[in-house]
């Protein structure tokens, strides 16, 4: 079993599906653009790399893909302005996170939430869903001067707690969080139904992946 002296936690896809918030968001900028919806499924395999990244997927229809500039500088502050007003009256808890997190604390690991969405969304929504008390530090995609998959928020969450990377573990959902979480030398664990743009986790082989948070109680060992 494991035994991490921390534990960081993913926001978007991991704890909470905010897709049908950020859907009717992309979909109603589309409109105001005179531009076709594209509908909640086809948004769900775009989210996961901040809000900037899902407008530019959103008016070129790729993940990869380069709006015109001109379009996204119209397009970017519709957004921002949608997001601000439907932050989470659509987005919900997953199954199992709750009692998960209640695991965690009674354990006695120190949490914190690592999410590449902007502080003025990550804030509000985990306070309007009563998940923000448990968390001991939360970085936001723009605390700090570069966000995941760049290992630098997770060293910093690492650096606030005094653990040693080698003995900090990472819970998320995409192989964004993966690629952080190797590049800080910390374990990883994934879950099996966030968002991965359409792929398996267990491609981007983390140490384990589980289908709930409940799940976290036969992989960690029950105090630190």
Known sequence: MLRPKMILIDLDGTLVDSVPDLAFCVDAMMARLGRPPWGESVVRNWVGNGVERLVRRALTGQLDGEPDEAEYQRAYPIFLELYAANTYGRSVVYPGVREGLDFLRRAGYPLGCVTNKAARFTEPLLDHLGLFD???IVISGDTLARRKPDPMPLLHAANHFGVAPADALMIGDSVSDVRAARAAGFRIICVSYGYN??????????DAVIDSMVELQGLLAPGV
């Open 134 to 136: 448990a968390f001991g």
């Open 197 to 206: 743009h359409g792929l398996d986790i267990r491609v981007s082989d983390p």
